[in-house]
């Protein structure tokens, strides 16, 4: 039976010299370890020698490990036998321990070298699949920091010049009623344009965040989104500013908006909590709200990206995201990012 597994069923003795023999193998451990192996069916030495020098100190740490403890042993590891393509293989045993004091493992040697490929290839495609999602939210955020500033200077220049020629225009046709009513309705409209203008361009990217720093971004945001809507609100500022550079502080901000939305458009809260610390080890914004808390069935139709993307930049940036929440108790999601990729700011 044990010939029939496509493994190699093995049992191995670690004698109380620390010598190990192979008391029996299903089949030749050259069938795993390469034809080029001097490998013979009763010592490991050949076969041991052929793993690749960076997991063999991993196979002999698992194995000690596993007889000090008597827990399984696994093991998993590279064959880089001269002439064989590296084969990546995994070892799983059981100890006891003998009359003798010598320790025997019964276990199972297979090749996983195809499923590891796979792994790579899979991982291989996941760190490039990060790679381009921040390269597309960079250039997204370029875009419309470059957008937000077309519209506010060139545009809202164009507008109040308007409005002043406008103005200019009013008083020489002062005598004409008609006239007059007429640049007074273009000026409203002239108004209202260099309002959505302003609008647009803060949507794209709050002019704050440039000027006055990331936490009076945030007020201003919140202020905008929960106080205008009734939700009260209570932002608690770090000790100090924090002082980061644009990447981080687009991110970071970004992380927030994004909390503040889904608040608004999920949580039916009344009161929203927002905490910005700063600690020698990172800092951390904390956004709670009361409302609904985040349930856990939602239909697998409607795909989410908020929270991923939320998750995603927090990681590019070397920190981590938690969401906790309990239904009808409320939300807490917590940003950490660590001092080390606080931007220059941070001691
Ligand atoms: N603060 C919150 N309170 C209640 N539910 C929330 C909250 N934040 C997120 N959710 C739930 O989590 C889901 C996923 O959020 P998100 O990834 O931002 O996607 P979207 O906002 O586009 O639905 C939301 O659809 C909502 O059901
Ligand atoms: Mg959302």
């Known amino acids: 039976m044990t010939a029939n597994i496509p493994g190699l069923v093995f049992q191995l003795q670690q004698r109380a010299d620390k010598s190990l023999h192979v008391l029996y193998s299903s089949r030749s451990l050259s069938t795993l370890c390469g034809e080029c192996t001097n490998a013979d069916d009763t010592a490991w030495t050949g076969c041991i020698n052929n793993f690749h020098p960076e997991d063999r100190a991993g196979f002999f740490a698992t194995m000690e490990a596993s007889a000090q403890r008597l827990t399984h042993w696994n093991w998993e590891g590279r064959i880089t036998a001269p002439a064989c393509n590296t084969k990546w293989i ?38 490039l699949l990060e790679k381009l999602s921040g390269h597309i939210q960079h250039a997204r955020e370029d875009e419309r920091t470059k957008i937000a500033r077309e519209i506010h200077d060139e545009l ?16 020489r046709i002062a005598h004409d009623p008609a006239l007059l009513e007429r640049t007074q309705a273009m000026t409203q409209l002239i108004m209202e344009a260099l309002h959505t203008a302003r609008r647009i361009a803060a949507d794209l990217r709050p002019a704050a965040l440039d000027n006055l720093g990331l936490t009076a971004a945030m007020e201003e ?33 970004r992380i927030f908006q994004e909390s503040l939305t889904n608040i608004v458009r999920h949580a039916a809260a009344t ?15 904390t956004i709670r709200d009361d409302g609904s808390g985040i349930t856990p069935h939602r239909a697998p139709s409607s795909p989410s990206y ?21 239904p009808g108790r409320g939300t807490t999601v917590c940003l950490h990012i660590p001092v080390a990729s606080a931007g220059n700011a941070l001691p």
């Open 271 to 285: 009161a929203v909590e927002i905490l910005l610390t700063r600690s020698p080890h990172g800092l951390g914004v």
């Open 156 to 171: 809202g220049g164009i507008l109040t010049t308007l409005k002043m020629d406008l103005g200019w225009l009013g008083k």
């Open 306 to 326: 908020g929270i991923l993307g939320m998750q995603e930049r927090a990681k590019r940036l070397g920190g981590d995201l938690s969401i906790s929440s309990m």
């Open 221 to 253: 945001h919140a202020a905008k989104l929960l106080g205008r809507r009734g939700i009260t609100y209570r932002l608690t500022p770090p000790e100090q500013e924090f002082d980061l550079d644009d990447l981080h502080a687009t991110a970071i901000f």
């Open 90 to 127: 995994n070892l799983r045993a059981m100890p006891s321990v003998m009359a003798d004091g010598s320790t025997i493992w019964d276990g199972i040697i297979l090749n996983i070298t195809r499923s590891k490929q796979r792994e790579n290839e899979s991982l291989h495609a996941r760190e």
